[in-house]
């Protein structure tokens, strides 16, 4: 668990894709076991988050294509699954 309030933070993605910025998740490599943990809190969420499209202009084609198919797995992902309140409990 997260003990208490967080100083402040200021996302600003780097990249277009899974609005990861404006999320309470965090993602960790764990390389020793080769796998990959999160933790969730909504303490975790950025206070604010910064779009910049100049950022985006700089990247790579290789990053700039797979960063738009991110972006098309998430929106899959979002229209085909069951919504929270229709999922067994």
Not at 7 to 16: E, F, K, N, V
Not at 23 to 35: H, M, N, R, Y
Not at 46 to 67: C, E, F, M, Q, W
Not at 68 to 86: K, Q, R
């Amino acid at each position: 668990p997260v003990p208490g309030p967080l100083t402040p933070l200021i996302a600003i993605p780097t990249t277009a894709g899974t609005g990861s910025e404006t999320t309470g998740v965090a993602i960790f490599d764990d390389t020793p076991t080769k796998s990959k943990t999160g933790i969730a809190h909504r303490r975790l969420k950025a206070t604010l988050g910064i779009v910049d499209p100049d950022n985006i202009r700089s990247l790579t084609p290789s990053v700039a294509k797979y960063s738009g198919i991110d972006v098309l797995c998430h929106a899959m992902e979002s229209y085909t699954a069951i919504p929270y309140n229709l999922r067994p409990s």
